[in-house]
């Protein structure tokens, strides 16, 4: 087990408000009451804090990966950055062929599902990473929100379990609830001084603003990282604390509490008012107010949106241009992955190359290798590129956690 800050300290802004409950004391007396079965933590584990000074166990190995449907249509290099991570740490995981979507395009968005049919989605897939012997890491913030709802849902509704339970025994599945609902963010913050040591490129003139994830922290916020050497515990940790341990000059702006303009129902209906809100009130402000070579976020929709918003903009001349990232791709580049080989930038449309010449990147010969790795596949001497072509790059150093 790994020790990490430590829960001496609750961080909460109003001292007079109550602490809510902590819901994960009653997922365990519903296994005792044999309604479900609890998988737990595996070793080695972090110990994290969190926003209300209680400890989080975030698993470092064997862990099973909840992709996001986001990331692998439109960020293909934010998922292949966290394998890659893993990979060099040499932490095992596993990559599933049988996870479903979250769905909570439609929870959140469109209001036409129910209950049951939500919180069975997760159970599902909770029961497929127990089965499959791993534990979950969620890749998307919103998935990592909407299964942190549905865990309370499901605790203080004994009907709706019931109905879960009924859908699961059609499927053949076992119910069952993580011990903790962990965010792939929450692991990176916790291997973040690995990564660290493990750096190749300078990151200390790197200015970076960083965009926390509305569902990360805002939904069920006592659950969320807070680290009492990051902004005093006042605000979460995630990605400040990963930017910060490798070198990089993290600057605040104004308006780092409000939506990246995602939103969910708006960028389906009312997407010119997603375009603005994330240009007026996130990218342009930082821009002024701090000047950032790039912006670090920790969700899906928050660097889809921030990032694909700016190029509309251009079109009317307004201040933008600053490239934007998941924290895991920065840090991989930190590492020295490949910038398309792995972290795929060529998919984003911001320019990123002013950074990656800031880091010490070739980006020119990076960008030759990658058409040549195209050229061997159009050749028919490839069908597609695989982990092998890239592990050489950097060699697997591996990960052994303190006791």
Same mark, same amino acid.
């Given at each position: 087990m790994v020790?990490?800050?430590g829960?001496?300290r609750?961080?909460r802004?109003?001292?007079?408000?109550?602490?809510p409950?902590d819901? &994960?004391?009653?997922?365990?007396?519903?296994e005792?009451?044999?309604?479900?079965?609890?998988?737990?933590?595996?070793?080695?584990?972090?110990?994290v804090?969190?926003?209300?000074? &209680?400890?989080?166990?975030?698993?470092?190995?064997? $862990? @099973?990966?909840?992709? /996001?449907?986001?990331q692998?249509?439109?960020?293909?290099?934010?998922?292949?950055?966290i394998?890659?991570?893993?990979r060099? +740490?040499?932490?095992?995981?596993d990559?599933?062929?049988?996870q $479903?979507?979250? $769905?909570?395009?439609?929870?959140?968005?469109s209001? $036409? /599902?129910?209950?049951?049919?939500?919180?069975?989605?997760?159970?599902?897939?909770?029961?497929a990473?127990y089965?499959?012997?791993?534990?979950?890491?969620?890749?998307?913030?919103?998935?990592y929100?909407?299964?942190k709802?549905?865990?309370e849902e499901?605790v203080?509704?004994?009907?709706?379990?019931?109905?879960?339970?009924?859908?699961?025994?059609?499927?053949?599945?076992?119910?069952?609830?993580?011990?903790?609902?962990?965010h792939?963010s929450e692991w990176?913050?916790?291997?973040?001084?690995?990564?660290?040591?493990r750096?190749?490129?300078?990151?200390?003139? =790197?200015? =970076?603003?960083?965009h926390p994830?509305c569902?990360?922290?805002?939904?069920?916020?006592?659950?969320?990282?807070?680290?009492?050497?990051i902004?005093g515990?006042?605000?979460?940790?995630v990605?400040?604390?990963?930017?910060?341990?490798?070198?990089?000059?993290?600057?605040?702006?104004s308006?780092?509490?409000?939506?990246?303009?995602?939103?969910?129902?708006?960028?389906?209906?009312?997407?010119?008012?997603?375009?603005s809100?994330?240009?007026?009130?996130?990218?342009?402000?930082?821009?002024?107010e701090?000047?950032?070579?790039?912006? +670090?976020?920790?969700d899906?929709?928050c660097?889809t949106t921030l990032?694909?918003?700016q190029?509309?903009?251009q079109?009317?001349?307004?201040?933008?241009?600053?490239?934007v990232? /998941?924290e895991?791709?920065?840090?991989a580049?930190a590492?020295g992955?490949h910038?398309?080989?792995?972290?795929?930038?060529?998919w984003?449309?911001?320019?990123?190359?002013?950074?990656l010449?800031?880091?010490?990147?070739?980006? &020119?010969?990076? @960008?030759r290798?990658?058409?040549?790795?195209l050229?061997?596949?159009?050749?028919g001497?490839?069908?597609?590129?695989? @982990?092998?072509?890239?592990?050489?790059?950097?060699?697997v150093?591996?990960?052994?956690?303190?006791?």
């Open positions: 020790q990490g800050v829960n001496s609750v961080f802004q109003d001292p007079d408000l109550p602490v409950e819901v &994960r004391e009653r997922v365990l007396e519903l005792a009451e044999g309604e479900w079965v609890v998988q737990r933590v595996p070793e080695p584990y972090a110990e804090p969190t926003k209300y000074g &209680r400890t989080k166990k975030v698993p470092l190995a064997h $862990t @099973w990966h909840h992709k /996001s449907c986001g692998c249509g439109h960020i293909p290099g934010y998922s292949t950055a394998f890659w991570l893993h060099k +740490l040499g932490l095992e995981y990559d599933p062929r049988d $479903t979507s979250c $769905t909570g395009w439609n929870y959140y968005a209001a $036409t /599902s129910n209950a049951a049919a939500q919180a069975a989605v997760a159970a599902r897939n909770f029961a990473a089965e499959s012997g791993y534990f979950p890491l969620i890749h998307c913030g919103t998935s929100g909407h299964y709802e549905v865990r499901l203080k509704h004994g009907e709706l379990r019931r109905q879960v339970r009924d859908i699961l025994g059609k499927l053949g599945r076992p119910f069952v609830m993580p011990e903790e609902i962990v792939y990176v913050y916790a291997v973040r001084h690995e990564i660290a040591a750096r190749v490129h300078d990151c200390s003139e =790197v200015v =970076v603003t960083v994830a569902h990360y922290y805002k939904l069920v916020q006592g659950d969320a990282i807070y680290d009492p050497d902004y515990g006042q605000r979460t940790a990605v400040t604390a990963v930017a910060q341990a490798l070198g990089a000059q993290v600057r605040d702006y308006t780092w509490f409000d939506c990246c303009g995602f939103g969910f129902r708006h960028i389906l209906v009312q997407r010119d008012f997603t375009r809100f994330a240009v007026g009130r996130k990218i342009e402000v930082m821009v002024e701090a000047k950032p070579d790039v912006v +670090l976020t920790h899906t929709g660097v990032d694909k918003s190029f509309a903009a079109v009317h001349n307004r201040k933008v241009g600053v490239p990232m /998941s895991a791709q920065f840090a580049l590492m992955a910038p398309y080989r792995v972290c795929q930038l060529h984003h449309a911001a320019d990123y190359r002013p950074l010449e800031k880091m010490g990147i070739d980006w &020119r010969e990076k @960008w290798e990658f058409e040549d790795d050229e061997r596949i159009r050749r001497e490839k069908e597609y590129l695989t @982990w092998e072509d890239v592990d050489a790059e950097v060699p150093r591996h990960f052994v956690p303190a006791s």
